[in-house]
């Protein structure tokens, strides 16, 4: 099987965007000791603001998360989760091309 340029372009921009929304999602857990949700958003005010830019890229992870929990705890239907697989996969592959696009703007390249 060959992939041309673009496909393994994009192949590594939504593994990008997975790897960084986990590191995120993560580090954020670690720092704070409470899990990343979009629960955040509810608190108002400070908080909200700031948990714009960690929920904008780590939502691809969350989503995943709670669609994994979904389906073992409460049974969720298979055509959910393929859907919210979908959904958190699109997402990531823009997210990982604006941190692709980030670095090599940061790098200079």
């Known amino acids: 099987m060959n992939l041309s340029p ?3 372009e994009n192949l590594q921009t939504l593994v990008l965007g997975l790897a960084f929304a986990g590191l ?3 580090a954020f857990e670690w720092a704070t000791a409470r899990r990343a949700s979009f629960g955040l958003l509810s608190s108002g005010g400070l908080v ?3 948990s ?3 929920l904008a890229f780590g939502a691809p992870f969350i989503i995943l998360r709670n669609t994994v929990r979904g389906r073992r705890i409460e049974g969720r239907p298979i055509p959910f989760v393929m859907l919210a ?3 958190a996969c699109g ?3 823009v997210s ?4 692709l696009d980030l670095a090599h703007l940061v790098s200079g390249a």
Not at 96 to 99: A, D, P, S
């Open 91 to 93: 997402w990531s592959l």
């Open 6 to 8: 673009s496909a393994l």
């Open 85 to 87: 697989t979908m959904l």
């Open 24 to 26: 995120l999602a993560s």
């Open 48 to 50: 909200a603001l700031a």
């Open 52 to 54: 714009l830019p960690i």
């Open 96 to 99: 990982g091309r604006v941190v």
